[in-house]
């Protein structure tokens, strides 16, 4: 799973039923049967907050983006 997945987007329900995003993710690898994660935005109290930065642009520049 860790090979295929670049980024994950954990889409929840607030308990008013609306959607949100609670956090964005990249896949950093897999380490010690576990999958290793780098947060990228958090929900907060204002919102959604910038909590880091893509590491792995790669794929985005072989792609023509960045």
């Known amino acids: 799973i ?9 889409l929840g329900r607030e308990r008013n039923k609306k959607r949100r995003v609670f956090w964005i993710v990249e896949v950093d690898g897999y380490e010690e049967g576990q999958i290793q994660f780098h947060t990228l935005y958090e929900l907060g109290e204002q919102g959604l907050e910038k909590k880091g930065e893509l590491c792995h642009v ?8 960045g």
């Open 2 to 10: 860790a090979s295929a997945l670049d980024v994950m987007i954990h």
């Open 58 to 65: 790669e794929k985005l520049e072989a792609a023509g983006f």
